[in-house]
């Protein structure tokens, strides 16, 4: 029975079919459970996918197509014209749509909530988009504006370079009537004075002017108008420099050019860099102009001073003609240098005005814009010009009306485009509570579908437990498949491959240690033990028959040596050598 149990057991054919048994065992039940568990999810499952998923479909429709509407809402308020405004109108009424088939998608109850929202949120829309229209419509005007009230001031200031050409040729003519008299001190007084004094009141109302354009570029926005006040102060900056090239050339004012040299550096410097405000801008272009002004007042001081002393000195038969020179055209320099002043003061509130960034800005450029009109008309009436320059003067006085002037425009411009943030705002908020209730809805039918989930899961955490057992049994037959493999069949196999090599190389060393294997295994050393036990037999034969033969072979030698010796001798006797002996002993039995 021992034996029987021994070779059933011990038979690698059963090894092997029991390790593939037990792996197949592991396999289906990991399949059974698995259908287990499919079987009892798909119920769940079916009621998710049919029921719960649908509604949180439609609730997140319904929050995308929210955000396409704010989209298209923030397109009407970002659009740089009305044909932008526009097309952001159009996008919205497409989104608006999409938004309201998702709505009808979802219960009675649910569209009961939202369409008064989306009511609600259309009045909003439309508020927006007139509102942005009259901002356009505000802005077009207020551009043409500045560009007709840019183009008079050219004019003006086109006549008053004219007044002061007619004044400095007269200035000439007259002191070409008196230069015979006294040439040199009225050519001083023509030909570099007089026309320095021109300069330098040219150039302080170019100063003027750009200090109040660069204040005016650094607060403004629009594209249009930063354009406009680009070119002015480009075209003011040249003619600054050309002028300050002139005044060098005179050489009247050495002591003053410096400052006006660094002005003019320092308004080309901000032109360069796009006159964008920083800290102290603002502080840093008044210190500029009222030290270039103060530079120039000083310097039409000096020269007046000196145009005083060489009227002293110039003969009493000139002195007439020389106080005429000082009283009327001088005089005439000075009145169109302060005309001019006051119109680019003029101009520069005007375009602080048009820059405005609220009505509190608006109020005050329009007290500003006031201000420099009176004064501008106060001048006007007070000194000669001609009457087509008056009638210029009063066509850009019109552009500070309160009503209908820069700053009434602009004020237009800022309450459209305050109704037009306003009404967004309300958009936004009526976007966001449709967003909201949908994405209560929506937290709902997850809420719910978590609960299927939860329940899901319990049931598949369940079958991973039952499935990891499967797989720690599978892991541990896989692991111990090939480690008995080796203990009970590969490492026996290879024992049993040594001994046999040690049988075949002549080694008789004892086989033992494989009956606790059974099996063929056991058989097989069965077998060299007694293939072992044969050549053990065989060897000892073999060394009985080695030693019989060297036993022959002594005693062949010796009675060779026996005959040797006695033929040896008979030969010496035969010969007649009686006296011959043989002295060696043989061996026993030859004696």
Same mark, same amino acid.
């Given at each position: *029975?021992?034996?029987?149990?021994? &070779?059933?057991?011990?038979? $690698?054919?059963?090894?092997?079919?029991?390790?593939?048994?037990? *792996?197949?065992?592991?396999?289906?039940?990991?399949?059974? $459970? #698995?259908? *287990?568990?499919?079987?009892?999810? %798909?119920?769940? $499952?079916?009621?998710?996918? %049919?029921?719960?998923?649908?509604?949180?479909?439609?609730?997140?429709?319904?929050?995308?197509?929210?955000?396409?509407?704010?989209?298209?809402?923030?397109?009407?308020?970002?659009?740089?014209?009305?044909?932008?405004?526009?097309?952001?109108?159009?996008?919205? @009424?497409?989104? %608006?749509?999409?938004?309201?088939?998702?709505?009808?998608?979802?219960?009675?109850?649910?569209?009961?909530?939202?369409?008064?929202?989306?009511?609600?949120?259309?009045?909003?829309?439309?508020?927006?988009?007139?509102?942005?229209?009259?901002?356009?419509?505000?802005?077009?005007?207020?551009?043409?504006?500045?560009?007709?009230?840019?183009?008079?001031?050219?004019?003006?200031?086109?006549?008053?370079?004219?007044?002061?050409?007619?004044?400095?040729?007269?200035?000439?003519?007259?002191?070409?009537?008196?230069?015979?008299?006294?040439?040199?001190?009225?050519?001083?007084?023509?030909?570099?004075?007089?026309?320095?004094?021109?300069?330098?009141?040219?150039?302080?109302?170019?100063?003027?002017?750009?200090?109040?354009?660069? @204040?005016?570029?650094?607060?403004?926005?629009?594209?249009?108008? /930063?354009?406009?006040?680009?070119?002015?102060?480009?075209?003011?900056?040249?003619?600054?420099?050309?002028?300050?090239?002139?005044?060098?050339?005179?050489?009247?004012?050495?002591?003053?050019?410096?400052?006006?040299?660094?002005?003019?550096?320092?308004?080309?410097?901000?032109?360069?860099?796009?006159?964008?405000?920083?800290?102290?801008?603002?502080?840093?272009?008044?210190?500029?102009?009222?030290?270039?002004? $103060?530079?120039?007042?000083?310097?039409?001081?000096?020269?007046?001073?000196?145009?005083?002393?060489?009227?002293?000195?110039?003969?009493?038969?000139?002195?007439?003609?020389?106080?005429?020179?000082?009283?009327?055209?001088?005089?005439?320099?000075?009145?169109?240098?302060?005309?001019?002043?006051?119109?680019? &003061?003029?101009?520069?509130?005007?375009?602080?005005?048009?820059?405005?960034?609220?009505?509190?800005?608006?109020?005050?450029?329009?007290?500003?814009?006031?201000?420099?009109?009176?004064?501008? &008309?106060?001048?006007?009436?007070?000194?000669?010009?001609?009457?087509?320059?008056?009638?210029?003067?009063?066509?850009?006085?019109?552009?500070?009306?309160?009503?209908?002037?820069?700053?009434?425009?602009?004020?237009?411009?800022?309450?459209?485009?305050?109704?037009?943030?306003?009404?967004?705002?309300?958009?936004?908020?009526?976007?966001?509570?449709?967003?909201?209730?949908? #994405?209560?809805?929506?937290?709902?039918?997850?809420? &719910?579908?978590?609960?299927?989930?939860?329940?899901?899961? /319990?049931?598949?955490?369940?079958?991973?437990?039952?499935?990891?057992?499967?797989?720690?049994?599978?892991?541990?037959?896989?692991?111990?498949?090939?480690?008995?493999?080796?203990?009970?069949?590969?490492?026996?196999?290879?024992?049993?491959?040594?001994?046999?090599?040690?049988?075949?190389?002549?080694?008789?060393?004892?086989?033992?240690?494989?009956?606790?294997?059974?099996?063929?295994?056991?058989?097989?050393?069965?077998?060299?033990?007694?293939?072992?036990?044969?050549?053990?037999?065989?060897?000892? *034969?073999?060394?009985?028959?080695?030693?019989?033969?060297?036993?022959?072979?002594?005693?062949?030698?010796?009675?060779?040596?026996?005959?040797?010796?006695? /033929?040896?001798?008979?030969?010496?006797?035969?010969?007649?050598?009686?006296?011959?002996?043989?002295?060696?002993?043989?061996?026993?039995?030859?004696?």
């Amino acid at each position: *029975m021992l034996k029987f149990v021994s &070779t059933v057991f011990g038979s $690698i054919a059963l090894k092997f079919s029991s390790a593939l048994v037990l *792996m197949g065992a592991m396999t289906a039940a990991a399949i059974v $459970i #698995s259908t *287990m568990v499919f079987d009892s999810l %798909s119920g769940q $499952i079916d009621r998710l996918v %049919s029921e719960d998923l649908p509604g949180i479909r439609d609730s997140v429709a319904v929050i995308e197509h929210t955000g396409d509407v704010r989209d298209s809402l923030s397109e009407m308020l970002m659009a740089r014209n009305a044909e932008g405004v526009e097309t952001g109108f159009q996008n919205y @009424l497409e989104e %608006s749509k999409r938004v309201l088939a998702s709505v009808n998608d979802l219960p009675a109850e649910d569209r009961k909530t939202f369409l008064p929202m989306l009511v609600a949120l259309s009045d909003r829309a439309q508020q927006m988009r007139r509102a942005l229209d009259q901002r356009f419509a505000s802005q077009n005007l207020l551009q043409d504006q500045l560009a007709e009230f840019g183009a008079q001031v050219g004019e003006i200031r086109e006549a008053l370079s004219i007044m002061t050409e007619d004044a400095v040729y007269d200035m000439n003519l007259a002191g070409n009537q008196t230069i015979e008299s006294v040439s040199d001190t009225l050519d001083t007084l023509v030909h570099s004075d007089f026309n320095s004094t021109a300069l330098i009141l040219q150039a302080r109302a170019e100063i003027n002017l750009l200090s109040g354009v660069a @204040l005016a570029l650094a607060r403004q926005d629009d594209p249009a108008l /930063a354009a406009i006040l680009r070119d002015l102060a480009t075209a003011s900056l040249r003619k600054l420099e050309g002028l300050l090239a002139d005044l060098d050339t005179a050489g009247t004012i050495p002591d003053y050019l410096p400052i006006l040299t660094e002005t003019r550096a320092a308004f080309a410097g901000s032109a360069n860099a796009g006159f964008r405000a920083r800290a102290g801008y603002t502080e840093e272009v008044m210190r500029l102009r009222d030290a270039s002004n $103060i530079a120039l007042s000083s310097a039409i001081d000096d020269l007046t001073f000196k145009l005083m002393i060489g009227a002293e000195d110039t003969a009493v038969f000139n002195r007439e003609a020389i106080h005429r020179l000082l009283s009327n055209e001088v005089q005439q320099i000075r009145d169109t240098s302060d005309v001019d002043l006051a119109v680019e &003061t003029l101009v520069a509130s005007a375009y602080l005005g048009a820059t405005a960034k609220d009505a509190a800005e608006a109020d005050a450029a329009q007290d500003q814009i006031l201000a420099a009109r009176d004064a501008l &008309t106060d001048l006007a009436g007070r000194v000669y010009l001609t009457s087509s320059l008056k009638t210029m003067i009063e066509g850009i006085v019109a552009f500070a009306d309160p009503e209908t002037g820069v700053v009434a425009n602009r004020r237009a411009w800022l309450a459209a485009q305050q109704e037009a943030e306003d009404a967004s705002r309300a958009a936004y908020e009526r976007l966001r509570g449709i967003a909201s209730v949908a #994405s209560d809805q929506g937290n709902n039918a997850i809420a &719910t579908a978590g609960d299927i989930g939860t329940a899901i899961l /319990a049931e598949a955490g369940e079958a991973k437990h039952r499935l990891k057992l499967v797989t720690l049994g599978s892991v541990a037959v896989f692991i111990a498949a090939p480690i008995l493999t080796w203990l009970l069949i590969i490492w026996p196999m290879r024992r049993l491959v040594r001994v046999t090599g040690r049988l075949a190389r002549g080694e008789l060393a004892e086989v033992k240690g494989f009956g606790i294997f059974g099996g063929e295994i056991a058989r097989m050393a069965e077998s060299l033990v007694v293939f072992r036990e044969g050549l053990i037999e065989r060897d000892r *034969m073999q060394q009985a028959e080695r030693a019989a033969e060297e036993d022959r072979q002594a005693s062949a030698a010796a009675q060779q040596a026996v005959v040797s010796k006695l /033929a040896s001798a008979l030969q010496a006797l035969s010969g007649g050598d009686l006296t011959s002996r043989i002295d060696e002993r043989f061996a026993e039995d030859y004696e």
